[in-house]
């Protein structure tokens, strides 16, 4: 992701190639694409129950310690009832918490009617003005990739 391998929602040829290579170096397995593809999709899932747990309440306490959500019984409860899925994190968090949030805290939440506590619900990623922000954007951009005097070091 550093090295920007991941366009989208999943690594791009070269990204899962580095994946493979730093993989096979630091642990002497040879794994496959959809091996790997397979294990990111379970992390992903993982990410998003936890996601979708946390992220509708406010008010949540915070257990340093066990990484999980601190609240009452009667939460846990609903919560548990609602998506039984969701009890394995009533005593531990995720394993590699600060890992998953750089993987797929920005993927997450996305479309039309994704909304984080922390932004402003009067800003509207689709109004008018960013449409033609990005409508100028791309077409500038567009541009830039076809016009032949544009360096090689800089199309990389």
């Known amino acids: 992701m550093v090295a920007r391998n991941r366009p989208g929602t999943h690594f791009n040829k070269a990204g899962w190639k580095n994946l493979k290579t730093k993989f096979l170096k630091q642990t002497d397995l040879s794994y496959e ?52 899925d969701v009890a394995k994190f009533r005593e531990k968090g995720p394993k590699h918490l600060d890992e998953m949030e750089f993987l ?33 954007e791309e077409e500038s951009l567009k541009n830039e990739l076809n016009d032949e005097s544009t360096s090689s070091s800089a199309m990389r």
């Open 33 to 84: 694409y959809k091996q790997f593809k397979n294990k990111w999709e379970a992390i992903k899932r993982e990410w998003r129950l936890w996601a979708k747990l946390k992220g509708k309440e406010t008010d949540l306490g915070w257990d340093p310690i066990k990484k999980t959500i601190q609240t009452s019984d009667d939460w846990w409860k609903a919560n548990i009832q609602k998506n039984p």
């Open 104 to 136: 797929f805290e920005d993927i997450v939440a996305a479309g039309i009617g994704a909304w984080a506590p922390s932004q402003d619900k009067n800003d509207s990623y689709n109004d008018r003005d960013n449409e033609k922000d990005n409508d100028d």
